[in-house]
């Protein structure tokens, strides 16, 4: 069993480049998630999925799209890449999302390192 | 502003020492609080999850507790290993209308030398 597969695992892109970070799910969990993680700053939710065909903006969606066709891909997107969204991303999911009281534990992928230069 | 502020930033321990890092949060209202071990270059993994009546869970060698009261929580790393170097990572969840929502401090970088 996989979990969680993040691809690529990092890359270097040109600013003003788009970029698609991908990541899969094998565990059929309804939520997923997109977070960065920057030195010294906890992560931050970018955007977020409850169930596939929804998706919800998290705390810094800016410069970044999701989509969610289907239960086990949530990729993100960088439309064009600015300096400032050099980091590392995480993709998570969960069995459902956010609802009152949700106790899910989130299980995290491996991470994607991504410079803007 | 809801926060989540962990301490110390980094420690050194000896092999077979014991250690607690502590987690502040200003969260509310308050839904669960979790302790995440992240290991350099992989995401993070789950310890424990704590709802506000629970003040004590372990996980083996890891003990979290948590003061709903004084909005604190410790992790408490028993006989520590050259395994447990790694970043531990305090999270709390607190209820929107929306849903929940999930904050993350900043984490503590814990190094174990033989």
């Known amino acids: 069993i996989a979990g969680i597969t993040q691809a690529p695992t990092s890359q270097i892109l040109a600013a003003g480049r788009r970029m698609t970070l991908r990541c899969t799910q094998d565990?059929?969990?309804?939520?997923m998630y997109w977070y960065r993680q920057d030195l010294g700053l906890g992560l931050r939710l970018i955007h977020y999925s409850n169930t596939a065909g929804t998706t919800g903006k998290g705390e810094v969606p800016d410069g970044y799209s999701v989509s969610r066709a289907n239960t086990d891909d949530f990729p993100l997107t960088l439309a064009s890449a600015v300096p400032s969204q050099t980091s590392v991303y995480f993709c998570a999911s969960s069995d459902s999302g956010t609802g009152l009281g949700a106790y899910n534990e989130q299980f995290f992928g491996p991470g994607t390192r991504l410079t803007v230069l | 502003k809801n926060q989540v502020e962990q301490s110390p930033q980094s420690l050194i321990i000896l092999e077979g020492k014991n250690c607690t890092l502590q987690c502040n949060y200003t969260v509310s209202p308050f839904s669960n609080l979790r302790w995440y071990k992240q290991d350099t270059g992989r995401g993070p993994v789950s310890l424990t999850i704590m709802t506000f009546s629970e003040n004590t869970k372990s996980n083996g060698r890891y003990t979290a507790t948590l003061d709903a009261d004084t909005k604190q929580s410790s992790l408490h790393i028993t006989a520590s290993q050259l395994s447990d170097s790694a970043s531990y990572i305090c999270?709390?969840?607190?209820?929107?209308?929306?849903?929940?929502?999930?904050?993350f401090g900043g984490g503590t970088r814990v190094l174990v030398k033989p």
């Open positions: 565990m059929r969990h309804n939520a």
């Open positions: 999270v709390v969840s607190f209820i929107k209308a929306a849903g929940n929502k999930l904050t």
